[in-house]
């Protein structure tokens, strides 16, 4: 999401406020803050606008009023700005987006958390096998999400999003309830469609499925030659001996490698990020020296550098972006087998399990910072701290 998008009232600075927290039950108070910022941001207001700030504002109430949390805190208000900042920034993502960019944008979104899981465990699909099945898988999906959207809020029951205000709040609320955390009995959570992901997967056939051995086992007979006529066989075979990468994880690395980029230069670090960019042309030590002008010397100093702020891109500001790239993000508890992961628990400090499940949880910072009375500066050190132990364990040769 977009920071920059929309600045409701800071959630920080509320409790600074005359009288914080009066009218804040009101029907029409986050109404009429919502409406306000819509016209702020795009400027003539479609019809459509009066009901979205409606749905916007009941849910937030809804949320609000429900959460124990929240109703202790004494800071109602703030938490409800917060959240109506939240949702309505996502919506103006959308919506300025457009509503071609916005289906493309959602739709990356979602085949990016569904794709590790929308295959049978031993199906040996490629990125064409598991393409073919995210479409189907999503086109179901949005149906469900068309639903859930009709039944959760004051909608005709045959409602259809028309104008690009309306697409946009859908394709929000898609996005969102995508990502639902729905919780499991051994006590974890996990996304709602991953949870429909893997639902997804079990229905398929179970000849899909294709041990590898098979595929390269070469028997004799006549079911030796059956198996050699599958046509499943022939694309696992056909994937083992490809040498082109698999393209979401191409789209996944330039992402990463794009976010770098932009990070190195907005720390001021040029020089980290030319050399990034030589270094992604495989070019030798003594060419790039030549290139940026670097005795021996100002080369290893440079290197350091280039380490520590790559350090600091994965493990702070964009840990989360990296470990999904590397296949070890919260919901690959972080890349480790279930072993590993009872191992790395044991090695956290409670306060560290504590911003562990709160991570889980999908709170953001604010709520954390609040929750364990930490300041930011605090919270990033925990996090490093528990990040670096997660590479331990998982890195661990025993």
């Known amino acids: 999401m977009n920071a920059n998008t929309c600045n409701l009232i800071n959630p920080s ?32 207001m479609p019809r459509s606008a009066q009901a979205l700030a409606n749905r916007i504002s009941t849910e937030v109430q809804r949320v609000c009023d429900k959460s124990t949390r929240i109703q202790k805190s004494g800071q109602i208000r703030s938490h409800q700005l917060y959240l109506a900042h939240h949702r309505l920034n ?30 049978p465990a031993k199906a040996q699909l490629g990125f064409s096998g598991r393409y073919n ?12 999400s068309l639903k859930a959207f009709r039944r959760e809020n004051e909608v005709i029951e045959n409602y259809q999003p028309r104008t690009q205000l309306e697409l946009a709040e859908y394709m929000s609320f898609t996005e969102q309830y ?65 040498n082109n990468p698999d393209p979401l994880e191409r789209i996944k690395r330039d992402r990463v490698i794009a976010s770098l980029l932009e990070y190195l230069k907005n720390q001021g670090r040029e020089d980290c990020a030319d050399y990034l960019t030589l ?20 080369r290893d100093y440079l290197q350091q550098r280039f380490k520590y702020h790559v350090e600091k891109f994965a493990r702070i500001s964009h ?56 300041t930011p500066k605090k919270l990033q050190k925990r996090w490093t701290e528990l990040l670096e132990i997660a590479a331990q364990v998982r890195n661990d040769d025993k």
């Open 13 to 44: 600075s509320v409790e600074t406020a005359t009288h914080p927290e009066q009218n804040s039950s009101s029907p029409f108070f986050l109404e009429e803050v919502i409406l306000n910022e819509l016209k702020t941001h795009i400027g003539r």
């Open 90 to 119: 996502k919506c103006l993502d959308y919506y300025k987006a457009g509503s071609s960019r916005g289906r493309v944008d959602l739709h990356s979104t979602l085949s990016t958390i569904v794709y590790r899981h929308i295959a």
């Open 133 to 144: 099945l995210i479409e189907d898988f999503l086109q179901d999906f949005y149906a469900e």
């Open 178 to 242: 995508a990502k639902r955390r729905i919780s499991l009995p051994n006590g974890y959570s996990q996304q709602l469609i991953i949870l429909r992901a893997q639902t997804f997967a079990r229905r398929q056939p179970k000849e899909t499925a294709v041990d590898i051995e098979q595929a390269t086992e070469f028997s004799k007979g006549e079911d030796a030659e059956k198996m050699q006529r599958s046509a499943v066989v022939q694309q696992v075979r056909s994937q083992m001996v490809s």
């Open 279 to 298: 270094k992604m042309q495989d070019l030798p030590a003594s060419e790039i020296d030549e290139i940026m002008g670097l005795s021996s010397r100002e």
């Open 319 to 374: 840990w989360e972006l990296v470990h999904q790239w590397l296949g070890a993000d919260l919901e690959q508890r972080l890349g480790m087998t279930e072993t590993q992961w009872d191992e790395f628990i044991g090695k956290l400090s409670p306060q560290q399990l504590q911003i562990l499940e709160l991570r889980r949880e999908e709170k953001s910072d604010e709520d954390i910072l609040q929750i364990l009375n930490l």
